[in-house]
């Protein structure tokens, strides 16, 4: 039947019961009173009960949930792993699947992401002292940190091992790739300390010096730079607040494929907020980047193309403590335990420690991930809400983040037909095995959160260093002298690989170990080379003339119950008894007549082929015809 041309019967008609519900709301009046005998639905007229109003559509993200489990379950980190010194940077290699950290003393570790957690691969002393900054090349095979001693090594990440060593004739600030995914040359931005210059220098070490400097580019010391893939466009900001694009090649110019007038941006809110980005994050997609800023402790995210601001997140001290004491935090915490956090976060504003901050993206670029006074706070970008906290509870206050989300490979061949079965056993090997890897401030400890959910307190901690002295005097009593039990000559042919005898030989150990980590030996020749003998080095006038020891004198003989009965000793070579500077040499036969000669105060125990390699170049009158030099010398 034709429902508009008949009268509903009586039992379709709306009663005052059915308004209001069986929680009694308020009827809506509509003029005519609740009992009219209307004929039709179309005769209710007037304002609709609340349970009636149209909700606001809430924006969501298409398959958040698949996103969400792509993250570690677990809020409890699993397990942390020491440094000797406070963890300065954490870094997920992509590609390659690596973890690289490093610490305040300038200690790089590598190690690598195997099917469940990591395992430790190799480790370096790379700079004297603090490290500056890291970076690593888009396709994950270069790594590069720069120090206050003014050098950059270059790492190659396959192989991980150190590729070379740039002076640089001033202190860094930042550094940055800036090439381009399979690029044939690679490329490394490096920003001064002290002025608004920024060098590009050869990504893989080959040349000592920069291919170019932009000199004109900022006014300010640049204290942060990234690299957008995508756009082939590095992002560079400086002290001042001022952010600039540029393309690195060419004419070193803003690319044309990003915004046109900086003016139509939003580039400005730093100057206007008088802020410094600290660190700057492209998100993996390229599509945006990501800022943190001092002092206004601002988290900041930018549409890259068109540098418009999408969203910002207020950190400062000012709205964490109005929203403690309102109620409105995401987790209300005890004064007591709100009081020892927040003297905590006034710590972090200490200028170095403000380059240690940063943001990550996760690999879909929808969720955002930084360290807060309540922990890893990961936000879902989209919908603006904070979906879930690493380390709540946790006793530290995380600062740098590294996010590892792809799938390790594990041992053992997949054939086709194993991979068609449903082997519930193959498809855990084919499980994802993510990982969120944060240090913590004041923290000489670094801690990865897993999947693993039943974690114990007592055994995640592991002891894989030992504790350091605490007490400058303390330290000073117990190792009154320098020394070491092992060193790497970086020759220009290889790596050598030297353990130290310093109970044999303290001052000869003492010698070589404070020359090399002065950088005395840096660039230095092998000037003698006598096949089936000896090949000597140490001269910093390279003509076996020249050298003297730490003490601007030359020292006595050590002679102890080590003989020269094996090939590879190294010994002190001199012009007489008790007259050692800093010359050395490494034998490659037995030499039994030197005993009680020369002092000997180690013996080479890898890289033999490199010894031998530089025992047969060609060489006039004992002089080699090229230059074979020791790059520079890591005491272990």
Request: with cysteine.
């Amino acid at each position: 039947m034709d429902r508009q041309s008949s009268h509903e019967p009586d039992s379709l008609k709306r009663s005052r019961v059915d308004f209001e519900g069986s929680e009694g709301a308020p009827p809506a009046m509509n003029g005519q009173g609740s009992g009219a005998n209307e004929t039709s639905s179309d005769d209710d007229i007037g304002p609709m009960l609340p349970s009636s109003a149209p909700k606001k559509k809430r924006r969501k993200l298409p398959y958040e949930k698949l996103y969400i489990n792509a993250l570690p379950s677990s809020q409890r980190y699993s397990k942390s792993l020491m440094h000797k010194d406070q963890l300065s940077f954490v870094t997920i290699t992509p590609y390659t699947d690596f973890l690289i950290t490093s610490s305040i003393d300038g200690v790089v570790k590598f190690w690598k992401k195997v099917a469940v957690g990591v395992e430790a691969v190799k480790e370096f002393k790379a700079h004297l002292g603090e490290i500056k900054s890291v970076s690593v090349s888009q396709d994950g095979r270069s790594y590069a940190t720069a120090g206050t001693d003014k050098t950059l090594k270059i790492f190659d990440i396959i192989t991980f091992d150190l590729l070379a060593i740039l002076q640089l004739e001033f202190v860094p600030k930042s550094i940055c790739y800036v090439h381009r995914r399979g690029a044939s040359l690679s490329l490394l931005a490096v920003s001064d300390q002290a002025g608004p210059t920024i060098s590009i220098y050869d990504g893989r070490g080959e040349t000592q010096k920069p291919i170019h400097i932009i000199s004109s580019m900022h006014r300010s010391p640049v204290t942060a730079m990234t690299y957008n893939n995508e756009y082939d466009c590095a992002l560079s900001v400086d002290e001042s607040g001022m952010v600039e694009y540029w393309r690195p090649g060419g004419t070193y110019e803003k690319p044309d494929n990003v915004w046109e007038y900086k003016s139509s941006t939003d580039l400005f809110a730093f100057k206007k907020a008088k802020s410094t980005p600290t660190s700057v994050v492209i998100s993996p997609d390229g599509a945006s980047f990501a800022t943190f800023s001092f002092p206004d402790r601002q988290v900041r995210l930018f549409d890259f193309a068109s540098a418009k601001l999408s969203r910002s997140y207020d950190e400062s001290i000012a709205t964490i403590t109005d929203m403690q004491q309102a109620g409105t935090s995401l987790q209300k915490l005890e004064d007591v335990e709100f009081g020892r956090r927040l003297a905590v976060e006034r710590e972090i504003e200490n200028p170095a420690l403000q380059n240690k901050i940063n943001v990550v993206f996760d690999e879909s670029s929808n969720f955002i991930m930084y360290g807060s006074i309540l922990g890893v706070k990961v936000i879902n970008t989209l919908t603006n809400r904070v979906v879930k906290v690493f380390g709540k509870d946790e006793p530290f206050r995380s600062l740098n983040l590294a996010l590892y989300q792809g799938q390790p490979q594990k041992k053992g061949v997949v054939t086709v037909s194993m991979a068609a079965s449903a082997n519930p056993l193959l498809q855990e090997a084919e499980e994802r095995d993510p990982m969120l890897v944060t240090t913590g401030s004041g923290k000489v400890r670094f801690y990865i959160f897993t999947n693993e959910e039943d974690v114990s307190r007592s055994t995640r901690d592991v002891q894989n260093e030992k504790p350091k002295l605490l007490n400058a005097r303390q330290q000073l009593e117990a190792k009154p002298a320098e020394s070491g039990s092992a060193a790497i000559l970086h020759t220009t042919y290889g790596d050598i690989h030297i353990r130290l005898f310093p109970e044999a030989a303290p001052k000869a150990v003492e010698n070589f170990v404070t020359h090399s980590r002065n950088g005395y030996y840096n660039a230095t020749k092998f000037h003698r080379i006598i096949k089936k003998f000896m090949i000597q080095c140490g001269d910093p006038l390279g003509d076996g003339t020249g050298g003297e020891s730490i003490w601007g004198k030359e020292f006595a003989d050590e002679f102890s119950t080590l003989k020269h009965d094996k090939p590879y000793t190294v010994s002190m070579a001199n012009a007489g008894p008790n007259t050692n500077g800093s010359q050395f040499f490494i034998t490659t036969e037995k030499t039994p007549w030197l005993d009680k000669k020369h002092t000997i105060f180690g013996r080479a125990v890898q890289g033999l082929d490199v010894v031998h390699k530089i025992e047969n170049t060609r060489v006039y009158k004992e002089k080699p015809e090229e230059d074979i030099k020791i790059v520079n010398i890591d005491i272990l």
